[in-house]
């Protein structure tokens, strides 16, 4: 990732700008409740910090960055996920259920927006896209 997004930038800053859309992760920012996850949250702190920082460091070269932030997702990892724990997809989290569990398309959207320019000064944002699970 960090590799890819040295070379999106060297590419942007010399074309007048550019947009990267980074997905990281709600645990990120919250940690993952499960211990088996530490190193995922981990990584996707990563994602983030090195998003803020590339968004800091050229927003003056036009290289705007976002972050995309999912919570549980529907698709085959998540239920891979919620098989493997007690109690099953019900306990992911005290407040999550099946049906609040984030669209893929709906994540699409988000990205498409973002990726029109039009949130020009909401480069280094974080958007969280969990359904409510975790509000800020």
């Known amino acids: 990732m960090a590799n890819m997004c040295r070379e999106a930038v060297a590419h942007f ?3 007048g700008g ?3 859309i980074n997905t ?3 645990v990120a920012h919250r940690g993952h409740s499960h211990p088996a996850g530490i190193q995922y949250a981990a990584s ?3 994602i983030k910090a090195m998003s ?3 968004a800091r460091g050229f927003a003056r070269d036009g290289v705007l960055v976002y972050i ?3 919570g549980v997702t529907q ?3 998540s239920e891979d996920f919620a098989s493997r724990l007690p109690g099953g997809r019900d306990v992911v989290s005290a407040s999550l259920i099946m049906d609040e569990w984030a669209d893929p398309k709906n994540i699409g959207d988000i990205a498409a927006f973002l990726a029109t320019g039009k949130a020009k000064h909401a480069t280094g944002t974080t958007i ?3 359904s409510a699970s975790y509000v800020r």
Do not use: E, N, V, Y
């Open 13 to 15: 800053r010399g074309r």
């Open 18 to 20: 550019g947009i990267l």
């Open 24 to 26: 990281s992760s709600q």
């Open 44 to 46: 996707k702190g990563a």
């Open 52 to 54: 803020q920082s590339i």
């Open 68 to 70: 995309l932030a999912p």
């Open 75 to 77: 698709g085959k990892m």
């Open 128 to 130: 969280d896209i969990t």
